[in-house]
């Protein structure tokens, strides 16, 4: 029976996932993508971005991934 733990295998993965994502992230490419769908909601677009971007950077520093994001607002024909 194996013991509760990290193991090699999965020190390596994290290792070689960390190492990937210095790669993205040095080509200017964003580590993480989020997608929002919005039909006539831009008085809230602004506070949406300024509530939810200190947990995008909170959960990428615990992970020890570069603050490279991006918030992608798809609008299907609003009117504002």
């Known amino acids: 029976e194996r013991e509760a733990g990290i193991g090699n295998e999965e020190l390596k993965l994290y290792s070689d996932f960390l190492s990937r994502m ?20 831009e008085e809230v677009v602004e506070q949406f971005v300024e509530t939810v971007s200190p947990f995008i950077l909170f959960a990428l520093k615990a992970h020890e991934l570069p603050p490279v994001y991006e918030i992608l607002f798809i609008d299907d024909g609003s009117r504002d």
């Open 22 to 41: 210095a790669e993205v992230a040095a080509s200017g490419k964003p580590i993480l993508s989020v997608v929002v769908p919005v039909f006539n909601e």
